[in-house]
């Protein structure tokens, strides 16, 4: 009876999530022509009012994060691996307007120094917000040593980069943001160009509230738009999170095999991604190669100055990764299969001679066959959810002439 019951309300929250997002609001505004005249006034972008799916609006205007991982208990000693356990601890509570105005910030190429790339040129949301190369091009075609990571559920992460040399959101995009390699930017200039555009000076007034029509946009509401649209990409209703929540049909038959083995401590991959986030958010030494004639990554032991985490990098979620090839930091395997593969050819089979690596001592001899490696991919493309995609604005404020005026 209660299963029955359970699995009814499965069914209903996730036709829910996708009424939901029918209901979300269209950003767009549309251009009005009577006769050879545009109506300038409906050509302005206006930010949406309300959450984007998978939040609720409070009473003081904040979206908060709303999913069904929310009934369990938390993880903390009570083993791995299990499937109805509790998700890290969210950041969430950004107004609808901070959250819109971050998704037009995210895709507009004029936050680079000249123009050219927007944080959307690397993490683009059509490749599962990585963008498809072992390692990406910042400004002027200049090559990046690391490849792009998912923003998926960012949300739930408290150290950012694959060396975990960040510990917010905030920290982590003055990265790209001021790299001569990435968007080459500076504060000044970010501030000047922002300023001089009066659909974004009246955009910034409709998101922070508080500030004056003679208030300059300043960093900080920069940032926190940014972080507000991030922390908005939330993947939790995938097959997988639809069999945890106790309707077994959402898997097959080969599918529910991988998750075994995956689970399994043969293979052990959920102790370190751990479900339901797959990532413990540790950092682990597992000594994955560098491609043909690249110098060694020492990763994590920089950010720790720590030797024994020398080529240690951040447990990866595992959300969305059929979407995100190539894999690993360096994006040395081009595929799931190759990926899975490397964790059985044995025990730092990869680690150049003249390195000495400490092992995570879950990174072992688990001898998996062919077909065990064919399920785990299996069930690792279970692990895909698209439905909360942010719609990519059509139109972006540096592109609408609008008066100098501040109406509000
Ligand atoms: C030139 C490509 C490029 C651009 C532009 C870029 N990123 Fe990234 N991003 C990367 C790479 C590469 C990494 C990983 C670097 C590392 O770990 O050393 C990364 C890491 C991140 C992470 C950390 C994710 C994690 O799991 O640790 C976040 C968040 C992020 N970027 C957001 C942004 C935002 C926001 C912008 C725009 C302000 C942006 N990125 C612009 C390439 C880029
Ligand atoms: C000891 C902890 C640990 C275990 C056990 C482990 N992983 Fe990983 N996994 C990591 C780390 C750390 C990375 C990133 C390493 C790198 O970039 O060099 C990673 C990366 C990955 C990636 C690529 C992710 C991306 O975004 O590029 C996949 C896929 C993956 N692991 C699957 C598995 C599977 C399948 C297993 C079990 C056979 C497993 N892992 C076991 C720690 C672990």
């Not at 930010?47 to 929310?70: H, S």
């Not at 069930?379 to 609408?400: A, G, H, N, R």
Request: charged letters at 20%.
């Amino acid at each position: 009876m209660f299963l029955v019951k359970s699995s009814t309300f499965n069914i209903l929250v996730f036709l829910c999530s996708g009424m939901l997002l029918i209901l979300a609001c269209s950003h767009e505004t549309r251009i009005q022509s009577v006769g050879n005249y545009v109506d300038v006034e409906n050509e302005k972008i206006e930010l949406c009012t309300t959450c984007p799916p998978g939040f609720l609006l409070n009473a003081d205007n904040q979206c908060i994060a709303k999913n069904m991982y929310q009934q369990y208990e938390s993880l903390q000693d009570a083993g791995v691996g299990g499937l109805k356990t509790a998700l890290p601890e969210i950041r969430d509570g950004f107004s609808p307007q901070q959250i819109d105005l971050g998704r037009y910030l995210f895709f507009d190429p004029v936050l680079s120094l000249d123009g050219s790339i927007s944080c959307a040129s690397c993490h683009d949301p059509n490749k599962g917000f990585s963008d498809g190369r072992a390692t990406p091009k910042g400004i002027h075609d200049s090559l990046l040593t690391r490849s792009s990571p998912s923003l998926w559920n960012v949300a739930y992460l408290k150290k950012f980069f694959w060396d975990a040399r960040a510990s917010s959101l905030e920290e982590q995009m003055q990265g790209p943001l001021y790299a001569a390699n990435e968007m080459a930017n500076t504060p000044e200039n970010l501030l000047t160009t922002l300023n001089d555009i009066p659909a974004y000076r009246r955009l910034f007034l409709k998101a922070f509230p508080d500030k004056s029509v003679h208030d300059s946009i300043q960093l900080q509401e920069i940032y926190t738009s940014l972080v507000a649209f991030e922390t908005s990409l939330i993947s939790l209703n995938s097959r997988y999170d639809r069999y945890a929540h106790g309707f077994p049909g959402a898997l097959n038959r080969n599918e529910i095999e991988g998750l075994n083995i995956f689970r399994s401590f043969v293979a052990r991959c959920a102790e370190c991604h751990t479900p339901p986030l797959f990532s413990n958010q540790q950092i682990a030494v597992i000594g994955s190669p560098e491609p043909e004639g690249h110098p060694f990554d020492p990763g994590a032991e920089i950010t720790f100055k720590d030797a024994t985490r020398r080529g240690g990098f951040k447990v990866p979620s595992l959300r969305n990764i059929e979407k995100t090839a190539p894999y690993m930091h360096s994006g040395r395997f081009k595929t799931l299969r190759e990926t899975a593969a490397f964790y059985t050819k044995g025990r730092g089979h990869a680690v150049p001679e003249n390195e000495k690596l400490y092992l995570h001592w879950h990174i072992w001899e688990p001898e998996l066959t062919d077909q065990e490696l064919d399920r785990l991919v299996d069930f690792l493309q279970t692990l895909t959810d698209e439905s909360f995609m942010p719609e990519i604005p059509k139109k972006l404020p540096s592109e609408v002439k609008e008066k100098e005026t501040m109406s509000s």
